[in-house]
């Protein structure tokens, strides 16, 4: 095993925390990250004077002052609850305490559907007043992973392809998915993001769970204790 691997099974963590403890943590920490959201957009769109700015930037200093006194040593990785309430909470695109992230609330369905209704605000522009491609690359794929995993057949993005048709607006925002079909250890799934004017980005996307994972679950599965 690569020292690569094996760091990154690290970060699968089953912590124990009660399903009460959890959403103790979401109601502290879900309103931060929103909070964080929101001083990213202001601080994109402010149009105050220069000495409110200043001003500004002391307040956010004691803020981070205060918040790293304490710290999670490196990435948030993915942790599971004694419930088995799984926690991704540092997710680029659906990270509960991740500000960078949309954020995107995924509805999965056990049939290997996945559908989001999501909206992004000026922190996602690319083209002038348009969502940025990367940003839609960015949705489909964790959407498209989403009805993976949802269908039972979960893997990591092997191949990614999209077709951008028309311009993606900011604001309200719909992506959806469904496993299209299951071919040996792939699972190829397609969606779509949309717009009020209709679909904007098609997408199809290879997931594959990788060989260490496969090799874990088999030996698992063939090992009688
Ligand atoms: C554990 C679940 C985690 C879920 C996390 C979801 C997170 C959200 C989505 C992401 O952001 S994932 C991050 C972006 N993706 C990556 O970083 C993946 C990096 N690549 C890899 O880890 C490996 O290359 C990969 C797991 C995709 C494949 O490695 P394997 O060693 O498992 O592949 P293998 O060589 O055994 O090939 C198995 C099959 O897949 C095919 N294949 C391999 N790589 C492929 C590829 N890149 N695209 C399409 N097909 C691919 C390969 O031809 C073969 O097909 P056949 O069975 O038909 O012969």
Known sequence: MTDSIAHQQQLYVADG???EEIAQQADLYGPLTDSVR???EIALLTEVDDPEVRAAMEHIESAKQLLRKQMIPGPYGVRWGASGQKRAWGNAAA???NA???PLVIDCDPDGRASTDFHLGSAYEGPAGLTHGGVSALVLDQVLGAAAEAGG???MTGTLTLRYRRPTPLGALHAEAR???LEGVKTI???HLAGPDGVCVEAEGVFI????VRDRNSATVSDPV
Do not use: N
């Not at 769970?209 to 260490?212: A, D, K």
């Open 38 to 40: 929101e001083l990213i």
């Open 100 to 102: 960078i992230a949309p």
């Open 179 to 181: 496993i299209d079909r």
């Open 209 to 212: 769970l990788p060989r260490w």
């Open 17 to 19: 925390l009660s399903d």
């Open 153 to 155: 057949a979960p893997g």
């Open 189 to 191: 799934v397609v969606g």
């Open 95 to 97: 990270g509960l305490r």
